[in-house]
């Protein structure tokens, strides 16, 4: 029987809880394309995952492969399929886990064709951030020209779109970030950058329409009082706000769906290089364990990558 590698969480806890695994060559489905998986984002939702910290609100049966957004190259069509064809170059995130496998079936409503330009590196660190980052922007509502706009963990892929973003609609970009990563962060078109290990930002800023919270913690929890009366948190980071938001203010839980209209229009903006988009390393698969928990314990600039052909 032939087989694919993957990596795969076989029980809830720290960097020895996954391992590279065999897996059957699995088969599209219908409304399903097979794609031969060149490159995948690595995310902190995978440390997550594995440490389980979301079991109870996502609970899996284990051993489950990791790994939530990829692009490669389409090896197979399966019926009800329109879009796509047997050699097209895709990327998308899979609004669920199993992207950290040679081979992987995807609903082929999740991706996206890859424009003229892009790498398949620059596609895989594409769909959960850029998107996540757009939609975080605009859960609250509609970004509008002057509005103060807070963002915790500027320099990391998400944080790095989202101040894009913001400063693109015109909005005042407050945001914290390492000292190392400030003139990172002021290129993306923050207008104010505050080093999180040297200064508390409650001191230096206030009156804040919106904080988009990349981080959680203790830096929510400190967020608050920096808030505009009638000011909203999102957080990506920490699902407690909905039950920890203080009476009279405004907390938003976000989590990413998978946008494959979205996703091609951001890409397009990055192979044209109207968009920046920051990868901090790209790794062989078999030091993809190994990323993972760097993300968990090291602060990211951009986006690390997962070259399954290294």
Do not use: C
Not at 67 to 85: K, M, P, R, T, W
Not at 136 to 146: D, F, I, Q, T
Not at 266 to 273: M, N, S, T
Request: without cysteine; charged residues 15%; proline residues 5%.
């Amino acid at each position: 029987m032939k087989t694919i590698r993957s990596l795969q969480l076989m029980q809830y806890g720290g960097p020895e809880s996954v391992r590279i695994a065999d897996l059957p060559v699995p088969v599209a489905g219908p409304g399903q394309v097979l794609v031969r998986v060149h490159a995948a984002g690595v995310n902190a939702l995978d440390w997550k995952v594995r440490e389980g910290y979301v079991k109870d609100a996502f609970p899996l049966p284990l051993p489950a492969v990791l790994g939530i957004e990829l692009a490669g190259v389409v090896e197979q069509v399966g019926s009800d399929v329109n879009h796509l064809s047997v050699g097209d170059r895709v990327m998308g995130s899979l609004g669920r886990l199993g992207a950290y496998a040679d081979l992987v079936a995807v609903d082929a409503d999740k991706l996206a064709v890859l424009p003229a330009g892009l790498s398949i590196a620059q596609a895989a660190a594409l769909p959960v951030a850029a998107v996540s980052a757009w939609q975080s922007l605009h859960l609250a509502g509609p970004v509008k020209a002057g509005q103060r706009i807070l963002i915790h963990g500027a320099a990391g892929a998400v944080g790095g779109f989202a101040v894009q973003f913001a400063h693109q609609a015109g909005a005042h970009v407050s945001a914290t970030a390492l000292g190392s990563h400030a003139d990172y962060v002021h290129g993306l078109g923050a207008d104010h950058v505050m080093d999180y290990q040297a200064s508390q930002f409650e001191a230096l800023v206030k009156d804040i329409d919106l904080v988009l919270d990349y981080v959680g913690g203790e830096t929510l929890e400190r967020s608050w009082s920096v808030l505009a009366e009638d000011g909203v948190i999102v957080s990506t980071a920490s699902p407690a706000i909905l039950a920890t938001t203080p009476p009279g203010r405004r907390g938003l839980w976000f989590m990413s769906e998978p946008d494959r209209v979205r996703l091609a229009d951001l890409a397009h903006q990055v192979a044209a290089g109207s968009l920046q988009s920051r990868i901090a390393a790209v790794i062989p698969f078999e030091e993809l364990p190994a990323a993972i928990e760097r993300s968990r314990t090291l602060p990211q600039l951009g986006k690390t990558v997962v070259d399954f052909l290294r």
